[in-house]
């Protein structure tokens, strides 16, 4: 089956520019997508077919998929960035998510 | 306004059956595909299932850890989404959210969540 490979965390300072990868046998031939979940907090879309942001997601929300692996950077990050993020794709109909990477604005 | 709310979770035996509804309003249910995905305590997301739209064909597809003890069902006169799981296990215990899913150029993206409804397989 199909697998998709995220870091489990990844640490990033203030106002500096995080990356969060998501690996997966020629993912740049799929479109990914990307969810942001903070704790207690449903799932939110922030990312979809590889870089459109869906409205009221911040320009400083960004991705790009290649590859085997599709990436998600977020400039000038927050505090309030500071969630678990996960990444998504479609294989033969099923879907599948990344394990998820917590994301620690310190 | 998109809203999705779900009901029905709750404590059951394991060998036992669950059965989750999702309400949809602000948008046009019956043309949706709509998903349910479940995520264990402290862990990850994970896809169930989907049912697409009745023009589509209304045809469900579920995950392999599922599928057989999984029903997703849909009533638009309604506008609601079901899911029939049976024989439990502890491991089916998680938040469950319905999601509508998005299909465009041969992919599918998550959009809005539910608030979820919590199952706890448990004697």
């Known amino acids: 089956s199909y697998e998709l490979t995220q870091p489990p965390s990844v640490s990033v300072s203030p106002r500096q520019t995080a990356s969060i990868t998501c690996s997966g046998d020629k993912l740049g031939n799929k479109y990914a997508s990307w969810y942001q979940q903070k704790p207690g907090q449903s799932p939110v879309l922030v990312i979809y077919?590889?870089?459109k942001r869906p409205s009221g997601i911040p320009e400083r929300f960004s991705a790009s998929n290649s590859g085997n692996t599709a990436t998600l950077t977020i400039s000038g990050t927050q505090a309030m960035d500071e969630a678990d993020y996960y990444c998504?794709?479609?294989?033969?109909?099923?879907?599948?998510f990344g394990g998820g990477t917590k994301l620690t604005v310190l | 306004e998109v809203h999705l709310v779900e009901s029905g979770g709750g404590l059951i035996k394991p060998g036992g059956s669950l059965r989750l509804s999702c309400a949809a309003s602000?948008?046009?249910?019956?043309?949706?595909?709509m998903s349910w995905v479940r995520q264990a305590p402290g862990k990850g997301l994970e896809w169930v299932g989907r049912?697409?739209?009745?023009?589509?064909?209304?045809?469900?597809d579920y995950a392999a850890p599922v599928k057989g003890r999984v029903t997703i069902s849909r009533d638009d006169s309604k506008n609601t989404l079901y899911l029939q799981m049976n024989s439990l296990k502890t491991e089916d215990t998680a938040v469950y959210y319905c999601t509508r899913e998005v299909y465009s150029y041969g992919a599918g993206w998550f959009d809005p969540w539910g608030q979820g409804t919590l199952a706890i397989v448990s004697s």
């Open positions: 602000g948008f046009t249910f019956s043309n949706a595909w």
């Open positions: 998504q794709a479609w294989d033969s109909s099923t879907v599948v």
């Open positions: 077919q590889d870089t």
């Open positions: 049912i697409n739209s009745k023009l589509d064909g209304g045809t469900t």
